[in-house]
C-alpha cells in the first residue's frame, strides 16, 4: 500500500513565523500535491511538483513556497505565516493523473 | 473550466437503506471523474473512477456510482447503507490548466450520516 506520511498532525505557530510542513511518500511516485482544506470551500491546490525540482502553482499559491529536492519529499513553506493560513493542510502523491491520488492524514495548523 | 458540484451538504439515511450523493459536472470533452471519502481526522481514501466504457462504475466497501452523460451526473450510490459509512464524500474532476498540465478539481463535500 501507499504510504503518504505529513510530519505533524497539529502544529500551532505564530504569525509572522515561517513554517515548513512536510510530506513523504514511498511508492516513488512523481506527481506530488498540496492542498488546503476549509469547510463549505473543499480540496483548493496550493502547489504541485511533477518531478525532483519542478513545481507548478495551483488555485492558490500567494504566501506559499515549495521544494523537492528529493522524489519522495515535497515540503510546503509559509513565508510569513498569517491568521488566514489558518487550516487544514493535505499532501498527495500519484504516479499520474489518471490514477486515485493517495493523500496522507493532513496537519491542522493553527496561526495565533 | 472544469467543475464539479455537489448540491447536497449533508445527506441523512438509516442503515441499510439504499444511498446516494449527488455530484454534477461541467467539462469539456470527455470527463474523468472521481469519488474519495474522508473519515474524521483523516486524509481522503480513493472510492471509484470514470474514466470511459461502462456506465456503472463500481468501486471500495460496495460503493459504485452511475455516469450519465445527458444529465452531466455522476452519483454515488450504495445498495444497503452502514453506520460506518457516515464521513465526507468528496467528488472530482481532471481539469486542464492553462499550462498545459493536469489536475483535480474537487467539489465542496457531501457530508454522509447513516443512523442506526
Known amino acids: 500500500d501507499v504510504k503518504v506520511t505529513q510530519s505533524s498532525r497539529y502544529l500551532v505557530k505564530r504569525t509572522g513565523e515561517k513554517v515548513f510542513l512536510e510530506c513523504v511518500q514511498d511508492m516513488d511516485h512523481e506527481n506530488m500535491f498540496w492542498y488546503r482544506q476549509d469547510p463549505g470551500l473543499g480540496l483548493r491546490l496550493i502547489y504541485f511538483s511533477y518531478d525532483v525540482k519542478m513545481k507548478e502553482k495551483g488555485d492558490i499559491p500567494e504566501g506559499y513556497s515549495v521544494s523537492r529536492e528529493k522524489k519522495e519529499r515535497f515540503s510546503l513553506i509559509l513565508e510569513s505565516a498569517s491568521t488566514n493560513q489558518t487550516s487544514m493542510y493535505l499532501c498527495a502523491s500519484s504516479r499520474d493523473l489518471n490514477q486515485p491520488q493517495h493523500f496522507g492524514d493532513g496537519t491542522r495548523l493553527s496561526i495565533l | 473550466a472544469q467543475s464539479v458540484a455537489q448540491p447536497e451538504d449533508q445527506v441523512n439515511v438509516a442503515e441499510g437503506n439504499p444511498l446516494t450523493v449527488k455530484c454534477t459536472y461541467s467539462?469539456?470533452?470527455?470527463?474523468?471523474l472521481f469519488w474519495y471519502v474522508q473519515y474524521p481526522n483523516r486524509g481522503l481514501q480513493f472510492l471509484l473512477k470514470y474514466i470511459t466504457g461502462d456506465n456503472l462504475v463500481k468501486g471500495s466497501y460496495g460503493f459504485e456510482a452511475e455516469f450519465n452523460k445527458s444529465q452531466t451526473s455522476f452519483h454515488l450510490k450504495k445498495p444497503s447503507a452502514l453506520v460506518s459509512d457516515s464521513a465526507l464524500y468528496f467528488c472530482a474532476v481532471r481539469s486542464l490548466m492553462n499550462t498545459g498540465f493536469q489536475k483535480l478539481v474537487f467539489g465542496t463535500g457531501t457530508r454522509l450520516l447513516v443512523s442506526p
Open positions: 467539462v469539456s470533452g470527455n470527463p474523468y
